[in-house]
């Protein structure tokens, strides 16, 4: 990944956090002063390397792990906004890279109850709760979306 | 990648698939503090392979599940 697409890449999760949401191609474009165009063939290669994760075959971002650009069923309360996360995980990363306490909401995929979590210096307050993880980390970006 | 209230609530909702990989959930909040924690650093720089397994060694998630490839 070269140094432009690093520029890039930084400049999109910038949006991303400033925003309170994924930046359209053209929020983006006009932020680093780039055309549409460049911006999307950056975004691509940026997909390509798994630095974000774009919704095919339109040039949207899908993911900005941790950050989710559409709703899911892990929304985290922090640094005055809602977001939503692509998982478990990233739902703890959100509070992780904003540097923020937080409060997770998710339900239990089992029997729907809901699953509510305080971050608290990046600790949860319930620890009797689980994680799992279905797909082995070898094959975690066959479908990042079903990961 | 969920949060499940007990193992008998996987086991449930695995419905007789095979099992992925459990951790306790604080294991989870350090995971995610060492996967993230450069994600927006103005000199962030993409994690090589060794890197992200490094992470996963550090932490005890070891085994063929937790190989990255």
């Not at chain 2, 994600?39 to 993409?46: E, V």
Request: proline content about 6%; hydrophobic content about 45%; glycine content about 6%.
């Amino acid at each position: 990944m070269d140094q432009p697409d690093i520029d890039l890449r930084n400049a999109t999760y910038g949006l991303f956090v400033d925003l309170g949401r994924a930046p359209t191609l053209e929020e983006t474009a006009a932020a680093v002063g780039a055309p549409a165009s460049k911006v999307e063939e950056g975004w691509r290669r940026l997909h390509e390397a798994h630095a974000l994760v774009l919704d095919l075959p339109q040039a949207a971002i899908r993911m900005a792990n941790p950050f989710s650009a559409v709703p899911t069923t892990f929304r985290v309360h922090a640094a005055d906004r809602a977001w939503y996360a692509n998982c478990a995980w990233d739902a703890f990363g959100i509070c992780v890279v904003l540097g923020a306490d937080g409060r997770i909401e998710t339900s239990c995929p089992d029997c729907g109850d809901a699953i509510n979590v305080e971050v608290r210096d990046m600790r949860p307050d319930d620890e009797s709760l689980l994680f799992h993880c279905l797909v082995p980390a070898a094959h975690w970006w066959d479908d990042i979306v079903f990961t | 990648m969920n949060l499940f209230r007990s193992e008998d609530h996987i086991e449930r909702w695995l419905a007789g698939r095979p099992p992925g990989g459990t951790i306790p959930v604080a294991k989870l909040a350090e995971l995610a503090e060492e996967w993230w924690g450069d994600r927006l650093a103005p000199d962030w720089r993409p994690h090589t392979f060794e890197q992200n397994q490094a992470i996963l060694d550090r932490l005890g998630l070891t085994g063929d599940f937790w190989r990255l490839g």
